[in-house]
């Protein structure tokens, strides 16, 4: 599923409030990302139709299953990313937030698993060589554990 710049950000504020906050709604959204509450409601109008939320109106957000793992993948690729700018190649700290999110956008799943790999094998953080794909939570948690 290709989201966009956009949903994707929305997907990934939902996410960190769910393991923040009591109640996820538009108003902490708007918030966080400092943009309108009309903005947010289109914004999540297409996250549920694309069934990745669920919400009413006045009502708190859920992250659907799919969601949750959309949400992890989307921050998952950002910190490749961002691990990949800072720690690898030296870019400049003010600059790697921005850069991480606009990389990670046009990076293709296949590419964000080629420099997961080479990333943490360049920095002997720990082996992704147990078919690590962004795609399989499994792997994910794998490399999470440092297996």
């Not at 990302?33 to 694309?50: E, M, P, R, Y």
């Amino acid at each position: 599923m290709k989201l966009t710049n956009s949903q994707e950000e929305y997907l990934k504020i939902i996410y960190i409030l769910k393991n923040t906050e009591n109640e996820i709604k538009v108003t902490e959204i708007a918030n966080k990302l400092n943009i309108t509450k009309a903005s947010v409601n289109s914004g999540i109008k297409s996250l549920k139709d694309a069934g990745l939320i669920n919400y009413e109106p006045y009502k708190q957000i859920e992250l659907t299953e799919q969601g949750e793992k959309e949400a992890i993948k989307i921050i998952e690729a950002y910190d490749i990313v961002k691990l990949f700018l800072t720690d690898i190649i030296g870019a400049k700290k003010e600059n790697v937030e921005e850069e991480a999110k606009n990389i990670k956008t046009i990076l293709s799943d296949d590419s964000i698993n080629k420099l997961a790999i080479y990333t943490h094998k360049t920095l002997g953080l720990y082996s992704l060589e147990c078919g690590y794909d962004i795609n399989k939570e499994k792997c994910i948690k794998c490399a999470r554990r440092g297996n």
